[in-house]
């Protein structure tokens, strides 16, 4: 069974782009979660997509958004890009949106902003 | 809201020596907890998880954890550490938000 791809592994871009980040989940699997991983802050919560809709997310600026499509891919836009955007982007999938689901995670996107 | 406190930053061991990754979780509710692990430039792989059946949660690569909700504890144990095992491990809660609370996380050296 094939995990959860990223796509791509490495993106570089300057600062006032725009960045759009990939993610195919498990087969099977509806729901789609979004992570920001960067140095010094951690691991953080961005974005839950379930079902095709945005379910929940964490403290981000609107600038962070995405959408689930209905093949249950999602997609991680980032507009008008920072210094501080800087970061691995995880994206997860779980089977359904059970509380109790394990979230399995992809190998990330590595976005260097300039 | 749920919050995670990893006591440890770095824990350092010899090959073949007990591991313990102390972790410490604030919840509302009864929480479903995990423990992952980060080898370098690699996702996050699942070791664990409880949800409310066992207190004593067995995991891969002989890793297990305990949840204890008096310590409000879920510490993470391996009787033997191998060389592989030296990675970053993140202690995880999950509350009736739906979303994951990660640990600052616990660095893992092993010593030949």
């Known amino acids: 069974e094939a995990g959860v791809t990223q796509s791509p592994t490495h993106l570089i871009k300057t600062r006032g782009q725009q960045a759009t980040l990939r993610c195919s989940p498990i087969?099977?699997?509806?729901?789609v979660y979004w992570y920001q991983q960067a140095l010094g802050l951690g691991l953080q919560f961005l974005l839950w997509y379930d079902e095709g809709e945005e379910r929940n997310r964490g403290n981000f600026p609107p600038r962070f958004s995405g959408r689930q499509f209905p093949n249950y891919s999602s997609e991680l836009n980032v507009n008008a890009l920072e210094l501080e955007d800087s970061a691995l982007y995880l994206c997860?999938?779980?089977?359904?949106?059970?509380?109790?689901?394990?979230?399995?995670f992809g190998p990330g996107t590595r976005l260097t902003v300039l | 809201a749920q919050s995670v406190t990893q006591l440890d930053s770095h824990v350092s061991v010899s090959e073949g020596t007990p591991v313990l990754l102390r972790c410490n979780y604030s919840s509302s509710y009864s929480p479903s907890l995990f423990w992952y692990v980060q080898h370098p430039n690699k996702g996050l792989q699942l070791l664990l998880k409880?949800?409310?059946?066992?207190?004593l949660v067995k995991g891969i690569n002989g890793f297990e954890a305990e949840f204890k909700k008096s310590e409000t504890s879920f510490h993470l144990t391996k009787p033997s550490a191998h060389m592989s095992d030296a990675a970053e491990y993140f202690c995880v809660v999950r509350g009736r938000d739906y979303k994951l609370s990660f640990g600052a996380g616990t660095t893992v050296t092993v010593r030949a």
């Open positions: 997860a999938s779980s089977p359904t949106r059970s509380f109790t689901d394990t979230q399995y």
């Open positions: 409880y949800t409310s059946a066992a207190t």
């Open positions: 087969s099977g699997h509806t729901s």
